[in-house]
């Protein structure tokens, strides 16, 4: 059966920490692994990663994949406490119409 | 710049009452996906479609149907609400081919 699993599930922190998700994955037929950032509204958008060791950058975000250990790391530097939110991975086979399948999320909380 | 809608924020909605969660993406999109999110449990797909009358099972379909009769539109029915139906739902579309979902602000029900 096809796994997604995220760690830690949750985690706190202060403004100027740096911290790093992680996202396991066990599926069959990989095509790309996803990260969404969730606050109280629709998912978005932050990186899609294809590629084993080619590391994805935007502002303070980074993420990079490993296909042979099969997992990725979202890492945050700087924290801000506009980056308390739930960060989503998932993972897409390839297979039919797109279909991702998702680790139950990290919920980061940022303090002053 | 895409745009999924749903219906509604909030629902609060009697167990046994047939409902209805609409979706509605401006984007041309093939495909279009409805997930219920629990905490701890991430996103999990209750249906897909890829096409206008196509539908496919996700991972959790029991008590669920949808419609989908224009392109842009697609309909979550909960033919007889319970109580363990209460959750956020989530609204998704993408192209055929493509990796990136594009979500919705999601809707909350609560079954009482």
């Known amino acids: 059966e096809d796994k997604v699993v995220q760690s830690p599930l949750s985690l706190v922190v202060h403004e100027g920490d740096t911290v790093t998700l992680n996202c396991s994955y066990e599926v069959t037929n990989f095509r790309s692994l996803l990260w969404y950032k969730q606050e109280k509204k629709a998912p978005t958008f932050l990186f899609m990663l294809t590629s084993s060791g080619i590391e994805k950058k935007s502002g303070r975000l980074s993420s990079i994949l490993d296909k042979k250990e099969l997992f990725s790391i979202l890492n945050i530097t700087a924290t801000q406490t506009g980056d308390s939110a739930v960060y989503l991975c998932?993972?897409?086979?390839?297979?039919?119409?797109?279909?991702?399948?998702f680790g139950q999320g990290t919920i980061l909380t940022v303090h002053p | 710049d895409v745009k999924v809608t749903q219906s509604s924020r909030y629902l609060v909605k009697r167990t046994g009452e047939k409902v209805f969660l609409e979706c509605v993406q401006d984007?041309?999109?093939?495909?279009m996906f409805w997930y219920r999110q629990d905490p701890g449990l991430g996103l999990r797909l209750i249906y897909f479609s890829y096409d206008v009358k196509m539908k496919e099972k996700g991972d959790i379909p029991e008590g669920y149907s949808v419609s989908r009769e224009k392109k842009e539109r697609f309909s979550l029915i909960l033919e007889s609400a319970s109580t363990n139906q209460t959750s956020m739902y989530l609204c998704?579309?993408?192209?055929?081919?493509?990796?990136?979902?594009?979500f919705g602000p999601g809707t909350r029900l609560t079954v009482t």
């Open positions: 998704a579309s993408s192209f055929l081919s493509g990796d990136e979902q594009y």
């Open positions: 998932a993972v897409n086979k390839g297979t039919s119409y797109g279909k991702l399948t």
């Open positions: 984007m041309d999109h093939e495909n």
